[in-house]
């Protein structure tokens, strides 16, 4: 069975940081494209950064510079480091595991950026 597991969401103030997790397990993570995506109140949901399983990453604009993805695959785990945090990334925030035609997702993590 497949899991995706995030945490670290919560409030944070405009400027502030925040690390999101997500722990895989049921899948051989070190071969899987991670992502990480986000879904805001009356939107659609967006590709925030990807990292393959070479360790390439790629970033949304509205988030470079200010958002880092990285993998442990000793720990099957994905990160996201969130810095210099906005009102407008407030959203919830899910993990995807992908590789070929597979693709899974987490639950979602709500981040709130807000004074």
């Known amino acids: 069975q497949v899991q995706l597991v995030e945490s670290g969401g919560g409030l944070v103030q405009p400027g502030g940081s925040l690390r999101l997790s997500c722990a895989a397990s049921g899948i051989i993570f070190r071969i899987y494209t991670m992502g990480w995506y986000r879904q805001a109140p009356g939107k659609k949901r967006e590709l925030v950064a990807t990292i393959t399983n070479s360790g390439s990453t790629n970033y949304a604009d509205s988030v470079k510079g200010r958002f880092t993805i990285s993998r442990d695959n000793a720990k099957n785990t994905v990160y996201l480091q969130m810095n210099s945090l906005k009102p407008e990334d407030t959203a919830v925030y899910y993990c995807?595991?992908?590789?070929?035609?597979?693709?899974?997702w987490g639950q979602g993590t709500q981040v709130t950026v807000s004074s």
């Open positions: 995807n595991g992908a590789i070929a035609t597979m693709n899974f």
